[in-house]
């Protein structure tokens, strides 16, 4: 069975950094697209950056020039280093994958349980 498991979340001031890690386990055949999300109190969750399988990384505007994903193939590990945080990056941050186990002829979609991220002004 494939499970995400995330790392990395705390309390930090305005202006530092963070970084976030999600790693896969369990019998893998393959990672596709790798994704992190994010959902602040009452608002919905909304995509911080992704990392298609030989493709190029996407940023969400607010985020852009600031956080960084990136991947560690041979680890099933994927990373959001997070700079220059802000306030309003306050928000519990969640690991996605497409990920097809090696006993599946499809990917199937994986969410990691998320961790708090909470910067303070």
């Known amino acids: 069975q494939v499970q995400l498991a995330e790392s990395g979340g705390g309390l930090v001031q305005a202006g530092g950094s963070l970084r976030l890690s999600c790693t896969a386990s369990?019998?893998?055949?393959?990672?596709?697209?790798m994704r992190w999300y994010r959902q602040a109190p009452g608002k919905q969750r909304e995509l911080v950056a992704s990392s298609p399988s030989g493709g190029r990384t996407n940023y969400a505007d607010s985020v852009k020039d600031r956080f960084t994903i990136f991947r560690d193939v041979a680890k099933n590990t994927v990373y959001l280093q997070m700079n220059s945080l802000k306030p309003e990056d306050t928000a519990v941050y969640y690991c996605?994958?497409?990920?097809?186990?090696?006993?599946?002829?499809?990917?199937?979609?994986?969410w990691g349980q998320g961790t708090q991220v909470t910067v303070s002004s």
């Open positions: 996605y994958g497409s990920i097809r186990a090696a006993s599946m002829s499809r990917a199937r979609d994986y």
């Open positions: 369990g019998s893998i055949a393959g990672t596709s697209d």
